[in-house]
């Protein structure tokens, strides 16, 4: 099943035909690719900051405890 696609051109509708399309196409992976990227490296934060809090904790430290002795 093909879908085809349309861009507003001075309120015509115009079918991506070519290069268009391909270039089209190839924006619209290199975007998913950007916010899946974005969404990794969120979650990548996310689990080191919990690995550290996780590590403090075994310590009995806290983070305050660190930015009073200036670590942070």
């Given at each position: 099943m093909?879908?085809?696609?349309?861009?507003?051109?001075d309120g015509d509708r115009v079918k991506l035909e070519g290069d268009e399309l391909a270039q089209y196409l190839a924006n619209e992976a290199a975007a998913a690719k950007k916010e899946l990227?974005?969404?990794?490296?969120?979650?990548?934060?996310?689990?080191?900051?919990?690995?550290?809090?996780?590590?403090?904790a075994a310590l009995g430290l806290t983070a305050d405890d660190l930015q009073a002795l200036g670590l942070i």
């Open positions: 093909t879908t085809d696609i349309y861009k507003g051109i990227d974005e969404t990794k490296a969120e979650a990548d934060k996310a689990a080191k900051k919990a690995a550290a809090e996780a590590k403090l």
